[in-house]
């Protein structure tokens, strides 16, 4: 099945820097890539997405590439402020089966937004 | 329009006993997945519910069920409950046209203690 690693599991950055949090994915077959932010509390919110056909997409202060060769895709978010403090997930998953087989999850990066 | 919600929110169980926790996913929604939560594991995922029928289904033991009604609201179930069951299940909807995966939007969660 398929195994996602993701690192750093934690990432202190200045406010208003970028941070950067990288996933590998072991099955070739995996072709949709979520991320996911969660604060104290809450479920996981998407804050975006990328499919297997695009390397690169953005929206605003957050953008996420794709290297389908090198099995690993990052999340990229500029200009950070306090509210982007939360625990961020990384996401795997195949469809060409006909259905979802189900997210296989990363084990989080909790970010921290120094003031 | 609402999001998805999943009830209740806390839960204190004993030892073999059993549970059923419920989840409405947003309306429209067809897809309706289980995930559980630990510090130790990160998110896992249980199984996954199109149209009434079992679709997918994650590595947990047989004392984990689930089904999924009409209106695609689904409930989970978890029966002889054990100390290790202590987790945040969390519930998850999407749109799945064309069975096609597509963006899986949380619940709050329901937080289950088993004492």
């Known amino acids: 099945g398929e195994n996602v690693e993701q690192h750093p599991s934690t990432l202190s950055v200045q406010e208003g820097d970028s941070a950067v949090i990288k996933c590998t994915y072991s099955d070739s077959a995996s072709n949709y890539f979520p991320w996911y932010k969660q604060e104290l509390g809450k479920g996981p919110q998407l804050i975006i997405d990328?499919?297997?056909?695009?390397g690169e997409k953005k929206d605003q202060r957050i953008a996420v590439t794709l290297n389908k060769t090198a099995k690993h895709f990052s999340l990229h978010i500029t200009e950070t402020q306090p509210e982007d403090s939360a625990v961020y997930f990384c996401?795997?998953?195949?469809?060409?089966?006909?259905?979802?087989?189900?997210?296989?999850f990363g084990k989080g990066t909790h970010l921290i937004i120094q003031p | 329009k609402a999001g998805v919600t999943q009830t209740p929110r806390y839960l204190i169980k004993t030892r073999g006993q059993q549970v059923t926790l419920s989840c409405s996913p947003i309306?429209?929604?067809?897809?309706v997945s289980w995930y559980q939560q630990t510090p130790g594991q990160g998110l896992q995922f249980l199984f996954e519910y199109f149209s009434e029928t079992q679709r997918n289904k994650g590595n947990f033991p047989g004392r984990f069920s689930g089904r999924q009604f009409s209106n695609s609201r689904s409930e989970m179930n978890v029966s002889t409950l054990e100390l290790g069951d202590s987790a945040l299940y969390l519930c998850?909807?999407?749109?799945?046209?064309?069975?096609?995966?597509?963006?899986?939007?949380f619940g709050q969660g329901t937080r289950l203690t088993v004492v």
């Open positions: 998850a909807s999407s749109l799945d046209l064309n069975r096609v995966i597509s963006e899986a939007f």
């Open positions: 996401a795997a998953s195949d469809d060409s089966g006909g259905g979802a087989d189900g997210l296989t």
């Open positions: 309306s429209g929604h067809r897809s």
């Open positions: 990328i499919r297997s056909n695009v």
